[in-house]
């Protein structure tokens, strides 16, 4: 038999069946409305995170990409690889992350983005992204359902299954955001946030801070804490401090040890001294 191929109707789903020369199937493409309903997909046995012995490459993982239902469901992030074959409802055709599958897109993890900037290096993302995406590799490294497969060769591995610079740039970003996030932890035990108040039929909300929970005698201020080693941003927030512990933190910000600086601004509608005051919707930040 010399044809490429033939459409099936089963049960109203259009489906395209590829046989070779031979007649054997070696393909049966997955559309939307399989996907809805479930599709089967076959699974590979789990790697050795540790010591992987399965190298991919960008071609091999883009044939596994939902596509056909003949393949493993696999995605790679940050490099490493995982069959997501049980989870075909959210990574099939179709579906909400089918976006992810057959290919290496750990950026639109963070952007969104799943055209070709998908699959670029991260070099340009902030460590605060890349926190983002390292936690989404633990989600799947720590999966009961979902394998580790082994690595993709490429912005992550190399040939041998070695991590890259880039890699090993990436693993630093992580634990660099990890500690500034614990930096910024450590502060906001000592200055509590404010409690605050909308409703959608007032024009204004309400900040107040309370004896029962906040320092005795705290007030409405605004607060940016910023990492001293670290070049992005950080938001202000609406904290409830005291004159002793204002004075503490300004004091903290000249030792040489300290590795945050804060900066402290009244909110121009709260009288001084006072534990409530009430700002327009809408009203910006006074710093």
């Not at 038999?1 to 109707?9: E, I, R, T």
């Not at 035990?189 to 900040?207: I, P, R």
């Not at 204002?246 to 509608?269: C, D, Q, R, Y």
Request: net charge negative.
């Amino acid at each position: 038999m010399h044809w490429k191929g033939f459409l099936v109707g089963l049960v109203g789903i259009s489906v395209a069946v590829y046989m070779s020369n031979e007649g054997d199937e070696i393909g049966k493409k997955v559309d939307f409305k399989e996907a809805k309903e479930g599709v089967t997909y076959p699974r590979m046995s789990a790697d050795n995170i540790k010591n992987p012995k399965r190298i991919w490459k960008k071609e091999d993982l883009a044939e596994r990409g939902g596509q056909n239902a003949n393949r493993e469901l696999i995605l790679s992030i940050a490099g490493e690889v995982y069959d997501v074959g049980s989870g075909e409802k959210h990574y099939a055709p179709g579906t909400g992350y089918s976006g992810f599958t057959g290919r290496d897109a750990s950026r639109a993890f963070v952007t969104g983005e799943y055209n070709e900037t998908a699959v670029k290096g991260l070099e340009d993302l902030t460590d605060t992204q890349i926190k983002s995406i390292m936690e989404w590799r633990q989600f799947y490294r720590d999966h009961e359902d979902y394998r580790f497969v082994g690595v993709l060769e490429g912005d992550y591995f190399t040939a041998s299954g070695q991590p890259t610079e880039h890699l090993l740039e990436v693993n630093k970003a992580f634990e660099r955001a990890t500690h500034n996030e614990n930096l910024q932890k450590d502060v906001s035990k000592q200055f509590l946030t404010c409690n605050s108040k909308h409703e959608a039929a007032k024009d204004y909300f309400e900040l107040w801070c309370d004896d029962s929970y906040h320092k005795k005698g705290s007030t409405p201020t605004y607060m940016i804490t910023r990492i001293k080693s670290s070049k992005e941003e950080t938001p202000g927030r609406c904290v409830c401090a005291t004159p002793e512990l204002i004075e503490g933190m300004l004091a903290k910000n000249t030792e040489p040890k300290s590795e945050t600086v804060s900066h402290f601004f009244p909110f121009p509608e709260c009288e001084k001294g006072a534990q409530s005051c009430k700002r327009p919707k809408g009203a910006k930040p006074p710093a």
